[in-house]
């Protein structure tokens, strides 16, 4: 590294710990979605390989948690994998869902996060299934921030999945489809989602300049404020997130109103 790059280094680190004390904690979101995106254009303008680049950005998680608990955030939630991504080339498709299960994994044995999936696990390989669960189990009891892994999947789907459940729900207490058409609401389609009792996310975070969700919790953002990126994500640094953070805290949530 060179002086230059050294200074630079340095004056980083100084602006952000001028923005961390500048900054209200009781105007931090308490839950945080994350669209991790870039990892194959970091790696690409890296000269590395696109498995690389998703090894990249796996590593980065640990540390944006890491962000997230010092500035008291309650919920995460990190999309892995996309339904859309199963259209991916095998030899990038099969080390990626690797790289994803060692990511739960690490999550699971770190002690400080509650794991949670959140995704259709249908479509997802039996091993990694698995990993999941026990995941879930093995951190149910840890009173940290819940992460919500989001691994195959997809807003449109996760809406699907929730009219679904509440139809079986339905036919299983024995409710005609008069009672149902009904009673049925917001709130009770809310019940069956894959974040059922947890709150909506406050921010979405969105890596590497693209400003669209691409079907993130399409149900859960209707009124969430989002934050662009330009970083990559393997590129993403804590300046970026207090930047994000702060960004956040300046805007005034009207909810509609």
């Known amino acids: ?26 105007q931090v979101p ?9 990892n194959r254009r970091w790696a690409k303008a890296a000269g590395s390989s696109t498995v690389d680049g998703h090894r990249a950005g796996a590593g980065k998680i640990e540390e944006f948690l890491g962000w997230c608990s ?6 995460v939630t990190l999309w892995l994998l996309s339904t859309d ?8 498709l099969v080390p990626l869902l690797g790289i994803i299960e060692d990511v739960v994994r690490t999550l699971a044995a770190d002690g400080r996060w509650r794991v949670h999936h959140v995704g259709t696990p249908d479509l997802l390989p039996s091993g990694m299934q698995t990993v999941l669960k026990e995941a879930e189990e093995t951190t149910a009891h840890v009173d940290g921030i819940l992460v919500n892994v989001a691994i195959g999947y997809g807003g449109r789907q996760e809406i699907a ?12 207490r024995g409710t ?4 149902l058409t009904e009673a049925v609401d917001t709130d009770m389609i809310g019940r069956h989602l894959y974040t ?9 975070i969105r890596t590497s300049g693209e400003q669209r969700l691409s079907g993130f919790m399409l149900w859960q953002t209707a009124h969430s404020e989002y934050y662009f990126c330009d970083v990559f994500w393997p590129a993403f640094r804590k300046v970026d997130f207090l930047r994000a953070m702060r960004d956040y805290a300046a805007r005034h949530r009207r909810f509609g109103g």
Not at 70 to 75: A, F, I, K, N, S
Not at 85 to 90: I, K, S, T
Not at 176 to 179: A, G, N, R
Not at 196 to 204: A, F, T
């Open 1 to 26: 590294m060179n002086l230059r790059d050294k200074l630079r280094g340095l004056l980083v680190r100084l602006y952000a710990r001028r923005v961390e004390g500048h900054l209200d904690h009781a």
């Open 176 to 179: 005609s489809m008069e009672e």
């Open 30 to 38: 308490k839950h945080i979605g994350v669209i991790m995106d870039g």
């Open 70 to 75: 010092e500035t008291d955030v309650e919920v």
């Open 196 to 204: 059922s009792d947890q709150p909506d996310p406050d921010l979405v």
């Open 85 to 92: 991504n199963f259209d991916r080339p095998q030899e990038e």
């Open 161 to 172: 999945d929730a009219v679904r459940s509440m139809l079986l729900d339905a036919q299983e």
